[in-house]
C-alpha cells in the first residue's frame, strides 16, 4: 500500500495502532488503519463412485498441473456457495454437497483452503480455459507427480485415507 | 474505495474488469485491481467438565453482551493459531484444542466464523479490557437472551445438542 485508499495521502505507514499489537498500514492524515487478513480457498472433491474428477489447469499458476477445482471465497456467499461455484466455473459439473473434509491453513500466503466432498449428480463436465482436461481417476490413477498445490495432495490424500463414508459432525451453516 | 492504493488515483471506479464475472475496484491509470475477500473470525468454545466459559464483552459492539472467545485471524498464522490467540486476548485462558465444531458463513458482514472446541488446562482465567467478566455456565446456565452474537447462539445450541464426545473427521492442517 502506497496511498490511503480513503483520503489519497502518500504518507500511509505500516505501524502498530495505538490499542492494537501489530503492524498495519495506517493513514496519518485520515486516521483510518487498513486491515489484511486471510482469504479463503474453497473448493469441493467431485465424486463419481470410488473415482475423483480432477482438472489440468488452463491458467498461472501451475499451468499444465491437475487440480481439484477450487478459487478465492467472495464477498456475499456462503463457503458452500462459493464451492459450488467454484466447481462449476472450473468443470461445468454438477454435484450434491457433502460434508466439509479439509481446513488447511496455508499461512506463508494469508490462505485457509476449505474443501467439501461432492457427489458428482452426473458424469457431466466441459473443459474451460480455466480446465484444458477434465477426468475421473481411480485412486490408484491420480498423478501425483503432477498435482497443482500441496493443498490438492494432502486433501486427496486425506479422502482416500477414509474407511468408511464421511461424516461430518460439524456444522456447516449460513446466516443472512 | 475513493483513492487506488498503488498509484493515488482519484478515478478507481466499481467496475467488472475484463475476464472477470463481477465487479471489483479498478484503477482506470495503473490498472490494479482491489479484490476484497470475506474475512475469517476464529474462536473456541472454551470446556470445562460440562461447563462452558464465556466472557461479557467490554467493547463495542455488543457491549455488556456474552460471548465465546473469538476475533478476527491474522495473517502469518493458522486457524487454529488464531483461535488459541484470540481466546488468550479475551479471557487468559489456555485450552487444548479439540476438533473444528462450527463453520458459519456470515455472507452479508462477509465474514465466515470458525470455532473450535477446547478444554481448559485449569480453571484459570483473567479479565481483560476485551471482557470484563468470564465465568463458567452449565448448559441451563447459559444466558441465551443475551448472547452477542447469532454465530455464539448457534454454536452453543449446535454443542450441547451433541449426545457424545465430538470426533472430527476432517483434516485440519497448516502448510508453512
Request: net charge negative; aromatic share 8%; proline share 9%.
Amino acid at each position: 500500500m502506497r496511498f490511503c485508499s480513503a483520503c489519497g495521502s502518500a504518507r500511509v505507514a505500516w505501524v502498530i495502532p495505538e490499542g492494537d499489537h501489530r503492524e498495519r498500514w495506517v493513514c496519518p492524515d485520515c486516521g483510518t488503519i487498513h486491515y489484511s487478513n486471510p482469504k479463503i480457498v474453497c473448493g469441493v472433491v467431485p465424486l463419481w463412485g470410488d473415482r475423483v474428477l480432477l482438472a489440468r489447469r488452463g491458467i498461472e499458476p501451475r499451468l499444465g498441473k491437475w487440480t481439484l477445482p477450487a478459487g478465492f471465497m467472495e464477498n456475499g456467499e456462503s463457503v458452500e456457495e462459493g464451492a459450488l461455484r467454484e466447481l462449476w466455473e472450473e468443470t461445468r459439473a454438477r454435484v450434491t454437497l457433502g460434508p466439509l473434509v479439509a481446513v488447511i491453513s496455508v499461512p506463508h500466503i494469508h490462505q485457509v483452503h476449505m474443501m467439501f466432498l461432492g457427489e458428482l449428480i452426473e458424469p457431466r463436465w466441459e473443459t474451460t480455459p480455466e480446465s484444458t482436461e477434465i477426468a475421473l481417476f481411480a485412486p490408484r490413477e491420480i498423478p501425483w507427480d503432477q498435482l497443482a498445490f500441496r493443498t490438492v495432495r494432502l486433501t486427496l490424500e486425506h479422502v482416500l485415507r477414509q474407511p468408511e463414508p464421511l461424516r461430518a459432525p460439524q456444522l456447516v451453516s449460513a446466516i443472512r
